[in-house]
């Protein structure tokens, strides 16, 4: 537990960092970036918080199972998307050309649409949530153990 | 005695890594032959403006299902290696 | 770039972080060093990826507000990016079990820990 500056402060930022993480994450398709880089962002984030409150008042409100469920949900629904296609390849993209996220771009260089991509903005999205919920149940499980307890059940 | 068999097979190791090093295409000129069709093809197949995104979850999207299973995996048993045990 | 010199600069210095790397894993005692030194393989080879994609004067293969000239090829920055994941991921398990060797026989030296005791 640091002191009270660090505390406020470390209060406000998180809410950049997570929103700047999400921005990554949703225009994957657009600009250098994508699930795995926005969720990595994410997670150091919550390394922050971790440092500056404690791991102990942190493992009050954010357990390990509820970060196991948000990790499993967001498998689930990228394997879910990969079996969307199944009637002509396995992980074929059947959104372009349809009206969800369908429109294709003109060829060579243009500002970008966010409305493009087909199916891979659903799947920046489930693999950033898995990413970051996998991060941080690692940084949290290793930070409790090296602060002298250990995790019961 | 062990370490100079140590030195010997690491010498040899190195002196291959070289030859390799110096044998390969010239930095700068490689040959690609599939990378031209997705560079032409990426915004009238997939409609993303990422060519580097496309190919990592639309022309190889199996290698991005093995990678999600191996960090479901080394999460799991991080998970795993610290808990306590029940003494009943 | 500018041009670069006659013989292949960057393959010389993967060879010379794997070379490292190796030294590292083969002499040493200490556990956390040998984990370091897996590290030091993991980017030496991710270096190597990204090396053998590169155009000469080539510019990123994004088509957002992008100047007209050659694009670097897209599918080795693909692999890297799989391999820096999984690395992370080997290497928390990793130091997850020095942990626990630690935690049983008192010291983390890799003669201790040799005999398989209960």
Do not use: C
Request: no cysteine.
């Amino acid at each position: 537990m640091m002191s009270k500056i660090v505390r406020t402060i470390s209060n406000i930022l998180i809410l950049f960092i997570f929103i700047y993480g999400l921005y990554i994450i949703m225009h994957g398709h657009l600009t250098p970036g994508g699930g795995f880089q926005g969720g990595a962002v994410v997670a150091s984030g919550v390394a922050l918080l971790i440092v500056a409150f404690g791991s102990q008042s942190i493992h009050k409100s954010l357990r390990e199972h509820h970060l196991s469920i948000l990790e499993s949900s967001g498998a689930l629904v990228f394997i879910g998307l990969a079996f969307g296609g199944i009637a002509t390849v396995f992980f074929y993209n059947f959104l372009v050309g349809s009206s969800i996220f369908g429109r294709i771009p003109p060829t060579g260089p243009n500002p970008g649409d966010i409305w493009t991509g087909g199916v891979i903005p659903f799947m920046n999205l489930a693999v950033g949530l898995k990413v970051l919920a996998g991060l941080s149940a690692i940084l949290l499980v290793m930070a409790l153990a090296s602060s002298m307890t250990e995790m019961d059940e | 005695m062990r370490k100079i068999a140590l030195a010997i097979s690491l010498s040899v190791f190195i002196a291959f890594l070289i030859a390799a090093a110096l044998l390969l295409h010239p930095f700068g000129y490689p040959p690609s032959q599939m990378d031209d069709y997705i560079i032409e093809n990426t915004q009238s197949e997939t409609g993303a403006n990422n060519a580097v995104t496309a190919v990592v979850f639309d022309y190889r999207g199996f290698d991005t299902l093995g990678e999600v299973t191996i960090l479901f995996a080394a999460v799991t048993g991080v998970i795993m290696l610290f808990r306590k045990k029940k003494k009943e | 770039m500018t041009q670069g010199a006659p013989f292949n600069v960057p393959f010389l210095a993967v060879a010379m972080l794997i070379g490292i790397a190796f030294y590292i894993i083969l002499s040493q005692r200490n556990l956390i060093k040998l984990v370091m030194g897996l590290g030091i393989l993991a980017s030496g080879v991710n270096l190597f990826l990204i090396t053998l994609g590169y155009r000469e004067g080539g510019v990123a293969p994004i088509y957002t507000n992008v100047p007209i000239e050659k694009m670097v090829l897209p599918v080795p920055q693909a692999l890297t990016l799989t391999s820096i994941v999984i690395a992370v991921a080997t290497l928390a398990l990793m130091l997850s079990m020095v942990v626990h060797i630690y935690r049983h026989t008192g010291s983390v030296d890799a003669e201790k820990s040799r005999t398989m005791k209960g």
